[in-house]
């Protein structure tokens, strides 16, 4: 395990007879301590050269844990390994994006929040499975047929002369505050009458499983030793000196806290069009 700290109270992992545990020194007693899905993420706000990237944290799906304080004021979390999961995300090429993991939040009586956040590789094959086989457009002759086999997604069909462009896109949405309508990754793109063939396979990356600890409160300041997606876009394999914009989005894993949709949009001209879309599961 990897450990990436930006807090000034040391914190350390350990196991013992088999047990996991977290210990932050020097927090004194707690009011608290929560475990639960934590979801970094960072948005650019306004545009040109007054552009500026944000970051922020949110916990979701939080449930109370025990907690041991010492006489030294160290605290002491244990996590159990079936509440572990694998993390995802996904960096945009233009640096935007969100982190997904295991996350413990601790609130003292005084001072800042800590978060401890894990974010872990999948060790296990990640499954497909579709809401409905057929996408299709009403009156256009148009439709895809979707399966999934072998942890693939597999869409096969034909698009009518009707149309001057098909797309079909995948969304994934982890519904944040900022880009309500998630991030698109064009599967197959079509201009005019054509067949469509494409085959997508859920993202899993091999890394070392990595803990971030920071304060939440000091996310989106200017502070050098503050926490943000970007600063630890390098240890998932993003180039920092690469142009993004040609590297195109970067997927950290896919997998839980996010919502997969799959759309096969029809382009008539003049601003119409037509839509069709199914719900994908990803476990």
């Known amino acids: 395990m990897h450990l990436t ?14 047990r996991e545990y977290f210990t932050v020194q020097t927090m004194g007693p707690l009011k608290s301590a929560f475990l639960g899905r934590g979801i970094v993420y960072s948005w650019v706000d306004q545009v040109g050269e007054n552009a500026t990237m944000n970051s922020q ?12 304080v010492d006489e030294s004021s160290e605290i002491t979390v244990e996590l159990d390994a079936k509440s572990r999961f694998p993390g995802s995300g996904i ?5 935007e994006g969100y982190a997904i993991g295991l996350t ?6 005084k001072g800042p929040n800590i978060v401890l956040m894990l974010i872990s590789p999948r060790s296990s094959p990640l499954n497909v499975s579709v809401e409905k086989s057929v996408l299709a457009i009403p009156n ?6 979707v399966t999934t086999d072998g942890g693939e997604l597999r869409c096969l069909g034909e698009i009518s002369d009707q149309s001057k462009r098909a797309r079909l896109v995948l969304n994934r949405n982890p519904r944040l505050p900022v880009y309500r309508a998630g991030f698109n990754e064009t599967l197959f793109e079509l201009k005019g009458r054509g067949k469509i063939s494409a085959v997508w396979k859920p993202v899993a990356r091999s890394f070392e499983e990595l803990l971030l600890a920071f304060y939440p409160s000091s996310m989106g ?3 050098s030793g503050s926490m943000s997606l970007h600063k ?5 394999g993003v180039n920092s000196f690469a142009d993004t914009r040609k ?23 003049l601003g119409r069009g037509a839509l069709d879309e199914t719900r994908l599961t990803i476990n």
Do not use: C, W
């Open 5 to 18: 700290s930006y807090t000034k109270n040391p914190v350390d992992h350990y196991t013992d007879n088999g």
């Open 57 to 68: 944290f949110e916990m979701r799906e939080m449930t109370p844990v025990r907690q041991v």
């Open 91 to 95: 960096i945009s090429s233009t640096g």
């Open 104 to 109: 413990f939040k601790l609130e003292p009586a």
């Open 140 to 145: 256009e002759e148009s439709r895809v047929i």
């Open 221 to 223: 300041s200017f502070d």
């Open 232 to 236: 630890i876009a390098d240890y998932f």
């Open 247 to 269: 590297l195109g989005d970067f997927v950290i894993g896919d997998g839980v806290g996010v919502n997969y949709t799959l759309r096969l949009r029809l382009g008539r001209g």
